[in-house]
């Protein structure tokens, strides 16, 4: 019997209501919005230099390709992720790099990138709340990156999703990690 008062039964609920807001948005919409977060560059908390990982987009997620654009002109080196075992690495993005298959339905560069420790990760979600809590799309690769780079020193976690799919509440399970920031189309907002 299933459990709809468990966490992750929680989740998987306010995530489908979640990306079904993103989903109704048009194309135009999603395009726009997604413009907007490069105008909120100079806002994001990023130290000056950091190793950055955004990601490619899938679907109908915002895309992070114009703020990653911004960010690189400020002197920030990007890297893209790729799903491994036994949690996400990091390759450096470079301009006219080669993007190959990195699992997921995205692309990263391929083997030949070398592999860094981001500091910031800007990282795609499904719903957040106003605590600074997140709803993946439910494989644990962040939860599971994030805990091994907080091993090696400070690390900032921004998602980056519409202002629509913010929920009410997102119910908590041990392993997951809370966010620093949410930059929307609106701005960047710090939590905790």
């Known amino acids: 019997m299933i459990d709809l008062s468990s966490p992750a039964t929680e989740k998987n609920i306010l995530r489908k209501q979640a990306l079904a807001k993103r989903a109704a948005m048009g194309e135009l919409e999603r395009i726009e919005?997604?413009?907007?977060?490069?105008?909120?560059?100079?806002?994001?908390?990023?130290?000056?230099?950091?190793?950055?990982?955004?990601?490619?987009?899938?679907?109908?997620?915002?895309?992070?390709?114009?703020?990653l654009d911004s960010l690189r002109r400020k002197g920030h080196p990007l890297c893209l992720p790729v799903v491994a075992d036994p949690h996400l690495v990091f390759r450096t993005l470079e301009p006219g790099a080669e993007l190959v298959d990195a699992g997921f339905g995205t692309v990263a560069p391929g083997p030949a990138a070398a592999t860094v420790q981001p500091r910031v990760l800007l990282m795609p979600l499904a719903g957040f709340d106003d605590a600074g809590n997140r709803i993946g799309y439910g494989k644990g690769h962040y939860d599971t990156a994030i805990t091994a780079l907080e091993k090696t020193g400070p690390l900032l976690c921004i998602g980056l999703a519409f202002a629509a799919?913010?929920?009410?509440?997102?119910?908590?399970?041990?392993?997951?990690?809370?966010?620093?920031?949410?930059?929307?189309?609106?701005?960047?907002?710090?939590?905790?």
């Open 165 to 192: 799919q913010e929920v009410d509440r997102v119910p908590t399970e041990a392993h997951d990690k809370p966010l620093d920031g949410i930059l929307t189309e609106l701005g960047y907002r710090a939590f905790g």
């Open 33 to 67: 919005k997604s413009l907007a977060l490069a105008d909120h560059a100079g806002t994001l908390p990023i130290p000056a230099g950091a190793i950055v990982s955004g990601f490619w987009p899938i679907r109908d997620e915002i895309d992070p390709r114009p703020l």
